[in-house]
């Protein structure tokens, strides 16, 4: 990842699934049980590219398990139920 160093043990991942263990009080869109895949990459879900379906364009879209982010091939991962697809 260009410069990054890896000084530390790193858990790797960056395109994963699994089954939802448990939700949020405001979580609507999933529950328990549930087989999600899950997206890396996160957008603000409020500028006009992410309104209109194009969050691969917003500007302030961040990249999910990169660099100091833990990936995501561990035992138990938690992850924004916006990015999580059944």
Same mark, same amino acid.
């Given at each position: 990842?260009?410069?990054?160093?890896?000084?530390?043990?790193?858990?790797?991942? =960056?395109?994963?699934?699994?089954?939802?263990?448990?939700?949020?009080?405001?979580?609507?869109?999933?529950?328990?049980?549930?087989?999600?895949?899950?997206?890396p990459?996160?957008?603000?879900?409020?500028?006009?590219?992410c309104?209109?379906? =194009?969050?691969?364009?917003?500007?302030?879209?961040?990249?999910?398990?990169?660099?100091?982010?833990?990936g995501?091939?561990?035992?138990?991962?938690?992850?924004?139920?916006?990015?999580?697809?059944?």
């Open positions: 990842m260009g410069e990054f160093e890896v000084k530390d043990p790193f858990v790797m991942g =960056h395109e994963s699934s699994g089954t939802v263990l448990e939700c949020g009080a405001n979580v609507t869109s999933l529950k328990p049980g549930d087989r999600v895949a899950i997206a990459n996160m957008s603000c879900l409020r500028c006009e590219f309104v209109t379906g =194009h969050w691969n364009l917003c500007k302030l879209i961040t990249k999910g398990f990169m660099a100091s982010d833990k995501s091939l561990c035992q138990y991962y938690r992850h924004p139920a916006d990015y999580c697809y059944k």
